[in-house]
Nanobody, 127 residues
Framework: QLQLVESGGGLVQPGGSLRLSCAASGFTLDYYAIGWFRQAPGKEREGVSCISSSDGSTYYADSVKGRFTISRDNAKNTVYLQMNSLKPEDTAVYYC????????????????????WGQGTQVTVSS
């Protein structure tokens, strides 16, 4: 069974940090571009960051540039999202997704339809 499982969410104060993990089972992430998406209540889904399968190219939404970093460890079949300087507006359910052939990582994040989705992990930024 092909699965993506997110972990690492939780409650953090403004200015704090969290690292989300996305672990794959049943398939190898090496050949997939991976993206992190988020959805807050009453808002549309937003592509936060995506990373390619091949050359390591990345895309970040303007709202997280300079604060979030996406990385992948193919040996562990896992992708990470390091989130620093968190703000209350970062509060959302965060999902990871895998796409076997996006045109670009930006396309994947902005308007893509990934092949696989995780179940999501809640991130709450509040004092």
């Amino acid at each position: 069974q092909l699965q993506l499982v997110e972990s690492g969410g939780g409650l953090v104060q403004p200015g704090g940090s969290l690292r989300l993990s996305c672990a794959a089972s049943g398939f190898t992430l090496d050949y997939y571009a991976i993206g992190w998406f988020r959805q807050a209540p009453g808002k549309e889904r937003e592509g936060v960051s995506c990373i390619s399968s091949s050359d390591g190219s990345t895309y970040y939404a303007d709202s997280v540039k300079g604060r979030f970093t996406i990385s992948r460890d193919n040996a562990k079949n896992t992708v990470y999202l390091q989130m620093n300087s968190l703000k209350p507006e970062d509060t959302a359910v965060y999902y990871c997704a895998a796409d076997s052939a996006p045109p670009t990582v930006q396309a994947m994040c902005v308007m893509g339809f990934p092949d696989y989705w995780g179940q999501g992990t809640q991130v709450t930024v509040s004092s």
